[in-house]
């Protein structure tokens, strides 16, 4: 009874926020009011900051490392053209192919990790519990810490032999040596690190969780819906532009993953290369042996490799990311 | 979300922006040949001087800057300094903004690279008006000269040497090794170590794996009259020299004989010596000083490096040099200072053997060492080693940090297992192929 009624009282309410649209004149769009030469000015010029800042500090740089993939330069000396020798090296350079398949290995193992690490986290936290304020501060505080150089430190010390790792590993009697030596477990170590800071996804996720409707799940649970069932079912179709918006995120921050790295391998990207995310070799390359065409052209690169996930992403979502209110 | 993508190809490139920005200040970069004259006294100037190094050295440096600044009330010397990977970012970002201090530390790996680039200045005319280098060896003087130019002037020496702790070897059983012993002799001792130390715990071995050392290397080659670059800048070795420097050696890795590298990865930056495990370790002899702070004992010593079959001889190498910019408004005064830092006794007292032995006498003989000290250790090796040293300084090339560090990078594989000796010989010259021998 009650349920019926609120349903109704929503209903009612859509209708007249939709009403009011529909009725403004901004949204009518058949006449536009035509905009003087002033205003566009001034327009403009509210927008300068941003613009100013947009084109010297973002387009600016980016038109010049564009310039500069098809150089030699090396920071000492003027560019010379050198049309797409670098991109070519790059694809010789078995280096950028390490690099690449670590950050592959990176972002395909690392995102799903995390993304279903916060989604746990925020189910658990979306429930309703005494104290759950607290719970949420709790298990966002690692990511307010968690890029910071300190935390990279501390997670070397965790995993270094005689760390508490270790100590864990040797009360159960694992074998012991450390992570941080062992080009085998520090991949692992990283993903660990990435998936500890899942404090942002998971805020999302529970405001993704609080719009889900309850009568929804209600109605589920009459019809005999398991929870498991529930949640398959009702929770993550709702979810789902959520999800995709955390997927898109945490791919994008996944290529560009480099300070903890830089700390951990001691600015090496070692032990023996596990640890030589892209950004890092771009870094490498360009800052510490100078070649900055080549470091600009692997910047290309993973523009063009990112852009194109992304498109990839987008395009894949039609099939499952459901938009309250679409029609199929 | 089209948001989120704008910035985050903004972010990529944000790495490139400092090369943009600093570009349009590039270009010029002639070298000030302005006629040298004493410096002025009656104007007040300004000199910036950098460093790389930890605290203990900063403090030094601030010690010995105050002194000077005390001698001349005229000049400000504002100081900075960083550790060594950030020090060189920082310095060819300078570089190429043609804004390099007015004096900056100077390592050998690097000064045929900014000296060939017209980025320091030539001292030579500030020699006898600013700048006094009679004291000097002449073969160490020679080694920041670049082109006939004198673009560095060395601070203090080195050469190689076979550090071992005694502690350990004691705890072992084994005596250290003998001076004189030859490459092959020493591996077999090494082995003998390792077999022994198995039981102890911390295990000890008899030594690091100094395979991944381009010094060490070019050390090899030299104990065989031979020379590692040639005059254009590339290897004057065949690949066949490399695999075999690498196969040498491969049976200790094979045995794990050498501390584990999965371990040194661990403690750096520290080293087997100083944690204790490893009872010897090949080094430059000033970094003694260091290796007995972290093992925690005096009862360190050095030896000569073991001997090849065609020879023991050993070269000196300037620990680091002192240079200034080619852009400096200040030469005159920037010589006074190198000048300064380089003499003057009381700067060798400050300094101690922390930078390696002081290339001047006078220095030298202001140090206050006890007997049987460490600094009194190093020092004795040194004055020793003199007949030893028969050869020239093998002067880096430009380029050469790149390669060294994909030395002792390839070095790593080698010992994790994941190249083999020729694999090791053939990345490397792939890499030397693309970095030296250019302009």
């Not at chain 2, 440096?61 to 950030?86: C, G, M, R, S």
């Not at chain 2, 925690?296 to 000196?316: H, I, K, M, R, Y």
Request: aromatic share 10%; proline share 5%.
């Amino acid at each position: 009874m009650s349920v019926t009624t609120t349903e109704r009282g929503r209903s009612a309410g859509r209708g007249g926020v939709r009403g009011a649209a529909t009725s403004s004149p901004a949204r009518g769009g058949a006449a536009k009011p035509p905009r003087s030469r002033a205003d566009t000015r001034a327009g403009y010029a509210f927008l300068s900051p941003w613009l100013l800042g947009f084109v010297l500090l973002t387009a600016g740089p980016m038109l010049m490392s564009l310039y500069l993939a098809f150089t030699d330069y090396n920071l000492f000396r003027d560019p010379q053209f050198i049309g797409i020798d670098n991109f070519t090296a790059l694809f010789a350079d078995p280096r950028f192919l390490k690099s690449a398949q670590v950050t592959a290995v990176y972002v395909l193992v690392g995102v799903p990790v995390k993304l279903a690490a916060a989604l746990a986290v925020a189910v658990l936290l979306n429930a309703k519990h005494r104290g759950q304020g607290a719970y949420r501060s709790m298990f966002y505080a690692p990511s307010l810490i968690g890029a910071s150089v300190s935390v990279a430190i501390v997670w070397r010390a965790m995993f270094i032999d005689d760390g508490i790792a270790d100590q864990v590993q040797q009360f159960f009697g694992l074998p012991a040596g450390g992570w941080v030596g062992n080009p085998g477990m520090t991949m692992p170590m990283m993903i660990l690190l990435a998936v500890w800071q899942f404090g942002a996804p998971m805020v999302i996720f529970l405001a993704g969780l609080k719009q889900i409707p309850a009568e929804l799940l209600e109605a589920a649970a009459v019809d005999g819906a398991g929870p498991v069932r529930r949640f398959v079912a009702v929770t993550l179709p709702m979810l789902s532009p959520v999800l995709f918006f955390n997927l898109l995120l945490e791919t994008i921050g996944a290529f560009q993953v480099f300070s903890s790295a830089f700390i951990i391998s001691g600015g090496t990207g070692g032990p023996a290369d596990s640890t030589l995310f892209y950004t890092f070799y771009l870094y490498l390359k360009g800052f510490t042996e100078f070649r900055m065409g080549y470091a600009s052209a692997m910047a290309w690169v993973l523009v063009l490799v990112v852009g194109i996930i992304t498109a990839i992403l987008f395009r894949t979502s039609r099939a499952w990311v459901h938009y309250t209110g679409d029609v199929r | 979300m089209v948001r989120t993508r704008t910035k985050t190809a903004g972010k990529i490139v944000a790495l490139t922006a400092a090369s943009a920005l600093v570009l349009s200040a590039c270009g010029g970069g002639g070298t000030a040949s302005t006629e040298a004259a004493p410096v002025a006294t009656d104007r007040d100037i300004e000199l910036s001087l950098v460093w790389w190094g930890d605290d203990d050295r900063a403090s030094r440096y601030e010690e010995a800057v105050a002194l000077f600044e005390e001698k001349h009330p005229n000049i400000d010397v504002q100081t900075q300094f960083q550790a060594w990977d950030d020090y060189w970012t920082a310095r060819s970002t300078e570089a190429a903004g043609q804004t390099l201090p007015d004096v900056l530390q100077m390592d050998l790996a690097y000064i045929n690279q900014y000296a060939s680039n017209n980025q320091l200045l030539d001292l030579s005319n500030q020699v006898g008006v600013n700048l006094e280098t009679g004291d000097f060896d002449e073969a160490v003087l020679a080694s920041g000269s670049v082109d006939g130019g004198q673009y560095g002037i060395p601070t203090s020496t080195n050469t190689l040497g076979m550090v071992h702790n005694d502690d350990l070897l004691d705890e072992v059983g084994i005596d250290p090794p003998k001076e004189g012993l030859t490459w092959d002799e020493y591996d077999a001792w090494l082995r003998e170590v390792s077999e022994a130390g198995a039981d102890s715990d911390p295990q000890i071995y008899g030594g690091t794996d100094y395979t991944g050392a381009l010094w060490m290397f070019i050390q090899w080659l030299v104990q065989q009259g031979r020379t590692a670059f040639a005059e254009d800048g590339t290897p004057a070795f065949e690949k066949a020299d490399l695999v075999a420097w690498a196969e040498r050696t491969q049976p200790l890795r094979d045995d794990g004989v050498f501390f584990p590298v999965e371990r040194s990865k661990q403690v750096e930056p520290l080293t087997g010596l100083q944690v204790n495990q490893a009872a010897t370790e090949l080094v430059w002899d000033n970094m003694m000083a260091g290796y007995a702070a972290g093992a925690g004992t005096e009862n360190l010593d050095l030896l000569p490096l073991p001997t090849g079959p065609e020879g023991s001889a050993q070269f000196w190498k300037p620990s680091m040099l002192l240079s200034s910019s080619a852009t400096t408004q200040e030469p005159d005064a920037a010589a006074t200072l190198i000048d300064f830092l380089v003499n003057d006794p009381e700067v060798g007292k400050i300094f101690g053997t922390s930078k390696g032995v002081p290339a001047v006498p006078a220095q030298k003989d202001a140090m206050e060492i006890d007997d049987g000290s460490i600094d009194d250790k190093i020092v004795t090796y040194e004055d020793e080693m003199a007949d030893r040293v028969t050869e020239d300084t093998p002067l880096p090339v430009e380029g050469y940090g790149v390669v060294e560090a994909e030395f002792k990078r390839l070095g790593e594989e080698l010992a994790y297992g994941n190249i083999t000796p020729e694999e090791f010989a053939d990345q490397w010259f792939q890499s030397a192929e693309s970095t030296l021998g250019g302009e």
